[in-house]
């Protein structure tokens, strides 16, 4: 039988960790949600009071649910605070030398049992995995949810070289606990997903970049001739194209040219139109080139 770990903590509270927090706490899980700051907790939490008030108003969860699922998330600034969890899932910045310097403190902190799990797009679980000691890397495995994580369903669950069999199934197991569906993938660069995303959205690029059509216009065909529900353009915009880049560099380091950045992306990105975010990008505000 597998033993579902049932104490959950996340690491970084942005828009991915906050959103995990809150699937785990929507399915009853007791979290706790690290940031660097009091002010990032503070956002998030208010952040993800607007979403389940907005779910509970289209009828998606009872409104009661919401005041339970918030209290269910306690917030700390303090890792140590992590000691008693069974699943810990770090969804810091982007950036090996942060993860890796998370996962030296939770090894410090966690039980020899805690699973360490962490979101990263685009970095190596195993290269990851070495940044702890070798007793700790059978604990230790990718887990990669979508944006937003309160509506995506599936998760990727990625083993490393040393991941053990029963880590893989306990991350699965609370997974498909929290509500989501898990496939299991290989480390390999950009995972399954992320694979078939990229070559996608360079496709759009190029096309946009060719003059074939806009921006707006290539969004609309997917939506509308393809069924998708968000245009590549409206979605580069919402998760933001230096994280679009990032990615789509270090695929082009793996797999060579098919994965190669576009031009007009590392334009965009250098001229501050990262997106959402940034108040600019392929469509936002009058800034947008859409
Ligand atoms: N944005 C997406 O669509 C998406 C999708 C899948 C995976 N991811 C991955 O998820 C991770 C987080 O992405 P995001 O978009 O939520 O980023 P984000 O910038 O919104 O959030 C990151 C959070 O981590 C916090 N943080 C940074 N260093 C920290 C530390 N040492 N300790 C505690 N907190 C720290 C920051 O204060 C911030 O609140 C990244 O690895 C990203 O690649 C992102």
């Known amino acids: 039988m597998v033993l579902t770990p049932q104490r959950i903590g996340v690491v970084g509270a942005g828009m991915m960790g906050s959103e995990i927090a809150l699937v ?12 660097a700051g009091p002010d990032r907790l503070d956002a998030a939490l208010a952040n993800l009071a607007k979403v389940l008030d907005k779910g509970a108003g ?4 009872p409104a009661e649910m919401v005041a339970p699922t918030l209290e269910r998330i306690r917030p700390t600034t303090e890792l140590a605070d992590f000691a008693d969890r069974d699943f810990v899932i770090e969804a810091v ?22 699973l360490l799990a962490s979101n990263t797009s685009s970095i190596s679980i195993t290269v990851l995995s070495s940044a702890l000691p070798p007793g ?22 990625i083993p490393g070289l040393d991941t053990a069999s029963d880590a893989v199934e306990q ?8 509500g989501k569906t898990a496939i299991r993938v290989k480390d390999v660069a950009g995972f399954a997903v992320n694979r078939l995303l990229h070559a996608f959205l360079i ?8 003059g074939v ?12 001739g393809l069924g998708h529900p968000i245009g590549p353009f409206e979605m580069m915009d919402l998760v933001s194209n230096s994280l679009v880049l990032q990615v789509q560099e270090v695929m082009a380091d793996a797999y060579g040219d098919r994965f190669r950045p576009p031009p007009l992306l590392k334009q965009m990105v250098k001229a501050g139109y990262d997106g959402r975010r940034a108040g ?3 469509h936002v505000a009058k800034g947008g080139v859409g």
């Open 203 to 210: 496709e759009a690029m190029r096309l946009a970049e060719e």
């Open 280 to 282: 600019r990008g392929w």
């Open 93 to 114: 910045f982007e950036d090996e030398a942060v993860k890796a310097e998370v996962f030296r403190r939770l090894d410090a902190v966690c039980t020899a049992d805690c």
């Open 24 to 35: 785990f706490a929507m399915a009853g899980f007791d979290v706790r949600l690290n940031d």
């Open 171 to 178: 991350a699965i197991a609370a997974c498909t606990a929290a």
């Open 136 to 157: 700790r890397r059978p604990r230790f495995l990718g887990t990669h949810f979508f944006s937003p994580v309160s509506r995506m369903k599936l998760v990727e669950v």
């Open 58 to 61: 289209r009828g998606l969860w």
């Open 213 to 224: 059509a806009t921006p707006a216009d290539l969004d609309a065909a997917c939506r509308l």
